[in-house]
């Protein structure tokens, strides 16, 4: 079978060489003003054969099948550009481009079907590429994008992060690494690592609209999609490398690249290794709120007698440090492909293994020692980490096709084996795991009527468990199986583009988790039940202490409530139309009617949730007079109602991008805090996969809600209730940006985003942890040999705050950015230099969970080297 498959891969081989002699194709590249362009590439379209443009601005291909062919031509700061050209047997074809120039960046979005630019697209697509990508590079996703109109960042003490795209995030953000699920634990909680590395890959896409289903129904809010080369699709022998060190918390950092190949094989092989230790802070980690409500509840739950002390919080607390906060990080990537004339297919393994601390564990008599860089573990302090270890198996393929019906197929097959444990004073305790296998094709017809399009088969496989006294959510399996179809035709200036998604999902779950907390006051306002109220107020409630009787606790405490299995059918359309107004300006509309199943966590949770010092409570729970019951009622889908508009100006000197949006959803997931605090203990020594949820043990402290919605209590203090509920849901917003070519080494930039969610029927009207306004203004200037970059980003305060949620202040960043560049033995060469927060303000993420336990980062001065061969 081998032998039969391999003789199929030389003869299509050779039987495409025949076809190909001496035709060529060359020609040079300029812009509108006559310059020659020395950056980019010029591609075959339909084939696998892309070139660069040299420094001269030519190009050349040699072994052109005769015919038409289209070539796409794509550079930095210019609009790409198609030309056709006629090739003739054993001759030179010679022609010669002219690109416009564009005000605003445009790429090809490699998560598109049809790998259009971000300036096709009838929903707005944000894309970190180049020389801003290394400019904003984080050792985290979510601060690495965080500077994206529209995109803000979950921020976890500087240990993970992940995207929030316009006020959304977790499950309904989808994390892809070319185009498959990046399968890790980040989607149920701000404190796991989203197991993706930036340092390694050529341009992070964000996607919205129609686009996103073809990855599925789930991704409401958007996808981020990681392209690398790990399956490369040409042998060119090219190189990267970097290394870097921070000055606030001694990060070291390197990476690098290096593809090869011979005939019809290519090679790859990426590598990274991040070293840091705690973060250094110009104030205390604590805020004043969080230490004054932290007295408060020592008064309230243990009767306290005395004074308080208006100056302890100069007494208490870390100062100048962020404890809990150093990581290690590193993963290889190995990859390989097989290349025809028109596609190609490969596979790539990937290991990545992290230990990273989790913030907001360090207690009073800590040591005033910081990390070493060699040691993750500091004597004296009550270590909190994460180690992750994830095993990723990938296969890929892209093929261009000239038969009468198809005319591309690309599929992708990616097994992921993810495993995930907390540790604690050097002690394992709660593992995840998660192993999914995923499958994808997607076929693409030939034009039909002027449409062009295709269909996606996407299958998942999950199987995911926490096992361990403090797992909060039980095991589950969840399968998927979806359709998806996805059109586009030009009608004049108009492009309009449609697309669908049916999808099945089953997710069962083996094992729920019984109910096992006690209630001493009773702090519920009716309207749970309907699952359409903030559901939470500590009004109108006597304090007592309702016990349950003796049939509900063998029944809710014995844990063994039956297995549960729930079947969803989400569905999900999308149309679009772009409208070319004139040269250089487009106005672009879209509608997206989308379904989402919720997830296991959303639904079955009920535990103590460590990383995010909450403990959790899923939808399918219910509280009634004497506590929570398990309901086990058929949960509802999501259904979202987004509109967006945009209005572009790409070309000139002067370019322009306004977004309007509105996202209208029906039962809305959301964790709201019952203002309740449940006491919980740490179970001692190891936690195998022996270990009872009842292990969890939690009682109400008698007095409550003095905790606000980002939590803060350390576990022997207590840990905020936090229930999911469904409500409908508004959330709209506007986002701008501008830039201005000034000569062609200055420019300007200038962006702001808002974003407002209201939830309906409820006290405040406001969903938690929503992002405020943000605005930023930055120059840059550019020569052959330098680059200069300065950026202020204004971040102003939050007061339209959920039930129980603390408002947020205002703080502003300035950061800049420096490079030199030259040749060294024929390698380019660039000598970087990186400061952050340089006016090193106290700076608090109204987002985080840790908003009053972990700032961000003080100033910061990174140097670096970068090389390219």
Do not use: C
């Not at 020692?369 to 180690?387: F, L, R, T, W």
């Amino acid at each position: 079978m081998k032998k039969t498959a391999a003789l199929s891969l030389i003869a299509f081989s050779v039987a495409s060489s025949f076809n190909a002699f001496a035709n060529t194709i060359s020609g040079q590249i300029k812009d509108e003003d006559g310059l020659v362009l020395t950056q980019g590439f010029v591609q075959i379209m339909g084939t696998n054969k892309r070139t660069p443009i040299d420094a001269q601005g030519r190009f050349e291909f040699t072994g052109v099948k005769p015919g038409k062919v289209e070539l796409h031509v794509a550079s930095i700061n210019h609009i790409h550009s198609s030309e056709k050209v006629a090739v003739v047997a054993n001759q030179t074809s010679t022609v010669n481009i002219v690109v416009d120039n564009a005000s605003i960046e445009i790429f090809d979005v490699k998560a598109s079907a049809f790998h259009a630019s971000n300036i096709e697209s009838a929903a707005p697509v944000s894309i970190l590429a180049g020389e801003k990508l290394k400019q904003q590079q984080a050792a985290t996703l979510g601060e690495t994008l965080k500077n994206l109109v529209g995109v803000h960042s979950t921020y976890y003490g500087g240990v993970t992060s992940s995207p929030i795209v316009r006020g959304l995030d977790g499950p309904r953000v989808l994390i892809t690494q070319n185009g498959m699920d990046a399968a890790d634990a980040s989607r149920i909680g701000p404190d796991h690592l989203v197991s993706t590395e930036s340092s390694t890959v050529q341009q992070i896409e964000v996607l919205r609209g129609p686009a996103t289903l073809f990855y599925g129904s789930g991704a409401i809010g958007g996808v981020v999609n990681m392209v690398d080369t790990r399956i490369p699709d040409n042998n060119l022998s090219e190189g990267k490398f970097a290394v870097s060190r921070n000055s606030n918390n001694a990060e070291q950092a390197f990476s690098g690249e290096y593809k090869t190949g011979f005939d019809n094989i290519a090679f790859q092989v990426l590598g990274f290794y991040r070293d840091s230790s705690d973060y250094r802070i110009p104030g205390f980690a604590e805020s004043e709120d969080a230490h004054d409500d932290k007295d408060k509840g020592h008064d309230l739950a243990h009767d306290e007698e005395g004074e308080h002390d208006a100056d302890s919080h100069s007494q208490e607390g870390d100062f100048g440090v962020v404890k809990n906060t150093a990581a290690r990080t590193k993963g290889i990537t190995l990859g390989s492909s097989y290349l025809f004339d028109t596609g190609h297919v490969g596979f790539s393994i990937e290991h990545l293994s992290s230990v990273y601390g989790i913030p907001g564990h360090a207690h009073e008599d800590e040591s005033d020692d910081s990390h070493d860089s060699e040691h993750m573990e500091v004597e004296g302090d009550e270590i909190v980490q994460a180690d992750l270890q994830q095993n990723r198996y990938q296969i890929a393929g892209e093929f261009q096709l000239s038969t009468p019906m198809i005319s591309a197929v690309n599929f992708g097959l990616a097994y992921t084996d993810y495993q995930h444990t907390e540790i604690e004073n050097r002690v394992p305790g709660t593992s995840f795991s998660n192993e999914l296998f995923e499958t994808r094709i997607e076929i693409l017809h030939q034009p039909l009527a002027g449409w062009r399009g295709g269909i996606s088969l996407h299958t998942k496989m999950s199987d995911f468990a926490a096992v361990g006294a403090e797992a909060f959510s039980p095991p589950s399996d969840t399968k998927s199986f979806g359709l998806g179809l996805i059109e586009e035709k030009h009608f004049g200036d108009f492009l309009v583009q449609l697309g669908g998604r049916i999808e099945k999902v089953s997710l069962n779950v083996p094992r729920v988790f019984a109910p096992e907390l006690e209630l001493h006051d009773e702090s519920y306002s009716e309207g749970h039940s309907d699952g359409h109220s903030d559901g939470y107020s500590d009004e109108g409630h006597d304090e007592h202490h309702d016990e349950h009787s003796s049939d509900q606790d063998n029944a809710a405490h014995s844990g063994e409530i039956d297995p549960v299995s729930l079947d969803f059918t989400p569905i999900s359309v999308s149309a679009g139309v772009v409208w070319d107004i004139a040269k250089g300006y487009n106005l672009a509309a879209s509608f997206v009617h989308a379904q989402r199943a919720p997830s296991s966590a959303e639904l079955f949770s009920f535990g103590p949730h460590i990383g995010t010092q909450t403990y959790e409570i899923g939808a399918l729970y219910a509280l009634h007079e004497d506590g929570f019951e398990f309901e086990g009622s058929t949960p509802r889908m999501e259904k979202s109602n987004n509109i967006d508009l945009s209005w572009r100006k790409f070309g000139g000197n002067f370019g322009a991008v306004f977004n309007l949006f509105y996202n209208q959803i029906d039962n809305y997931y959301y964790a709201a805090n019952t203002g309740f605090m449940a006491e919980f203990e740490h179970a001692d020594g190891e936690h195998g996969e022996g270990d009872s949820h009842n292990e969890h043990s939690g009682e109400e402290v008698a007095e409550h809600g003095y905790e606000d919605e980002h939590g803060g209590a350390h576990e022997d203090e207590g840990l905020p209730v936090y229930a999911y509920l469904t409500a409908d849901a508004d959330l709209y917003g506007a986002e701008v940006q501008l830039s201005y070519n000034v000569t062609n080494n200055l420019s300007f930039m200038a962006q702001a985003d808002y974003i407002r969610a209201k939830i309906k029927q409820s006290e405040t009207g406001n969903l938690p942890r929503i992002p405020p306004i943000k605005t930023i203004l930055s120059v840059d200037y550019k020569t052959n040999d330098l680059s200069l970059n300065a950026q202020v980003t204004h971040m102003f305060s939050q007061t339209k705050v959920a039930a129980l949620e603390s408002e947020t202040d205002a703080y502003t960043l300035v950061s800049m950015n420096a490079s030199y560049f030259t040749n060294i033995r024929d390698m380019d060469t660039e000598i970087f230099l990186r400061g952050r927060n340089l006016l090193d303000e106290e700076a608090r993420v109204h987002t985080s969970f840790l908003k009053d336990l972990a700032p961000m980062q003080g100033r910061s001065v990174e140097l670096g080297l970068r090389l390219t061969f």
